[in-house]
C-alpha cells in the first residue's frame, strides 16, 4: 500500500472537531438516501403483490363489444379467450374471469355505493388468503349462490349482520336498472389495499345481475409461473386474438392500463351504427404500476434534490476544511515536500483524507439505516387502514434495502468526495517546500 | 274553458277507442300518444324556474333552485343551478342524446347519461324535456285504479330494448284529461324503484301541459323523496344562443 494511503487513514481525526461535523453530513445524507429508496423500493412491490393478489394480473384483459357503434362494456366469449391462451401456455398459465360492477346498497334506511366483484369460487381462490373473517367463512360465501363477503367497514356503516338479505341495485350493461337481493356470509378484514371495501360475490350472480350473455365477463386475469418476458407474451397473445376475431391493443398511457384494470368505462369516440366488433386490450402489470413508479420517481427525486442540497453543503465544507487544514499543515507538507514526496502523492493523501472520511461515515450512515429499517419494518405495527395499507404488508411498513441502492449511496457519495477533494488538494500538493516551510518558521 | 274542450276533446277519443277497439296494446298507444301531445310542447319554447326540495330521514331537507330553457322542437334544453351557492354556476345542456353536465370549478363539461339525476336527487334530467316513451317503450292498458280522488287508467310501458334506465313503468292516467297523476318505475327485476305523484299541471297554450308539483319518492330508500315546483313559466321565444355550451360557461361567470 502507498505510503500516503496509510497517512491519509491516520490523518481522518487529526482535526476531530471539523471531521466530526464534516461526516455527521455524509452520516444524515446516507440514512435519508436509504430509507428513500427502501420505501420507493418497498412500495414498489408491495403495491404489485397486492395488486396482483387481488385486483390484476400478470397480464390482464379487457373490452368491450360494439354493436352498432354502441358499446356493451366487457369481455365477449371470455371461454374462446381462455382457450386461446391456455393451448399457447399449456400448464404454465392461470386464467381467471371476474364479473365487475357498482351498485348501491340500501339497508335500514341507510345508502352506500360499493364496489362488487364476481369470482368463480371453485377456481379463483387466491382472495380468500387476503381476507381475515371477523364473522362467518369462506365455505359458508361458497355455499350461497347470493352470498357476499363484505368488508368489516362496509358492515359497521350499513350495521349489517352475519345472513342479513339486502337489496341492491345496479345499472345493467345496457343502461337499464336491475336489482337482486344479496345474503352477508361472511365479513372481513384485510390488509391489502386493493381487497378493502370490495363485496365478494359469484361471478355468476353478478352475471345475471348485470343482465351480461354467459360467455361475457368484466375481465380476465392471467398469471404466469414469473412475470418475465410479459411484453412478449402480450405480443404474442395480442396477434393470436387478433386472429381468433378481436379487435385487439395496448394501453396507449399507464392511466390507460388502470382503465384496464378497473374495466371503466372506456373514453369512446363517437361510432358509427355500422361499427360491430369485439374489442380487447391487454395491460401488463409493469404498465399497471408505471403511474405508482412515476410518483416514485417525483419521490425520489425530491428526497435527492434534499441530498443534493446536503452534498452541496458538504462540498462547500470539503473546500473550506482543506483549506484551513493545508494551512494548518504548512509545515508537514514542506517536510514531506522536503524528503522528496512528490506533488501527486500529496494530492492523493489530502483526497483519501476525505474520502476515507466519508466511507467511513457513510458506511456508520447505511448502518443506522439498516437498524432503523429493521425496527420499523419489524417492530413497529400500523393499523393497515386506508392509503396507508398501500405501503403496509400486514401492519408493518415495508422498505426493502437492496444491494444496488446500498451500492449507490457510496459510489455516489466517494466519487463526490473525491471530485470536491481534488481542487483544494491540488493547490496543497503544488505548494514548494521551500514555501511551505517558510510560512512556518 | 280550454280546459274544458281539452277534457272533452279526450273524453271522445276514449270513448271512440273504447268502442272501436278494446285491444289493450293500442288503447294504451293512444292514449300515451295522446299524453305525449299534450306534455311536450313543440310549438314553444319554456322558460321556468324549479324548486326541489329532497327529504331524506335523519338528514336537513335539501333545497336546490333551477332555472330552465326548453326548446322540444330541436330536442334541446339549458339548466342553470341558482341555489344553493355551492351548486351555482353548474349546469346541464341537452341536445337530443347528448347531455353534458358544466362544473364551473374545473370549467369543464362532462359528458353524462341522457338519465341522470339531477343533483343527486329523486328527479331526472329526462323529466325536463320532451317525452318520446313510444321510441323506447311498448304500451298497454293493464286496468283502473283509484289514486287519491282521481280515476285513472292504468297503463303498462315495457321497453322495447334494455338501453332505458326502467325496463318497466305504470303510467296511472287520470280518466278526466289523460294527465298522470303517477308513475311507477321498476327495475328489470320489477322491483319497484321509484314513484312519481304528479300534483298539479298549468295549462301553458291551448292543449299542452305542464307540471307545476310533483313528489318523487324513491321507493329502495325509504323516507327519501324529493317534492318539485315549477313556477316562473313562460312562453317567450329564448334566445338560440341559450342552447350552448357556451352560454352556461358565460352564466357560471
Redesign the interface.
Known sequence: MPYYLSLAFKNIFRQKKRSFTLGVNYFVVAILMLLLFSFSDGVKKNFSGNLISAAAGHLTLSGGKVVKG?TLIGVSDYPKITKVIEDEYPGEVTVLARYKLTS?V?YL?Q?KSLSFQGINTAKDTGLRDQVNFVQGSWADYVAQENGVLVSKDTADYLKLKLDDEV?I?T??I???????TIRVKGIYESANYFVQGIVLCHFDFLQSLA?GDKLSASTLFVYFKNTDGLDVKREKLLGLLKDAGYVTSKPESSSDAISVVSSSTPKNKSEGVDVNENRLTIATVNEVVAILAQVLDAVNAAGGFLAAIMLFIIAISIFINMRMTINDRMQEIGTLRAIGTETKDIVLMLIFENVFLSLLFVLAGLTAALLIIGFVSNLLTLPPAGILSLFLDQGHLVLIPTLGSLGLILTVALLFTAIFSFFPARHGGKIRAAVALSKTY | MNRFISAGLFLLLAATLSAQNSDPAAVGTALIKDLENKINTESLDMTSTFTLVQKK??EADRVLRLRIFRRDTAGKFTILFQYPDSEKGKGYYRDNDNLYLYLPSTREFVFR?R?DDVGSTDVRTDLFGKQDLLSQYTAKVTGDEKISKYDTTVVQLD?K???????VQKWYLNKINNLPVKVE?Y???K?L?RTTYYVDFKEVAKGKFLFTKLLAKNN????QSTLLSNDDIGTGKIPDYTFSQAFLEEQSR
Open positions: 354502441k348501491t340500501y334506511g345508502s337489496v341495485s345499472r345493467t345496457f343502461g337499464a336498472f336491475n336489482t337482486g343482465m | 330521514e335523519g347519461n338519465k321497453a330494448t334494455l338501453d332505458v334506465s326502467f325496463p318505475n327495475s328489470a327485476s322491483t324503484l329502495l330508500e325509504k323516507n
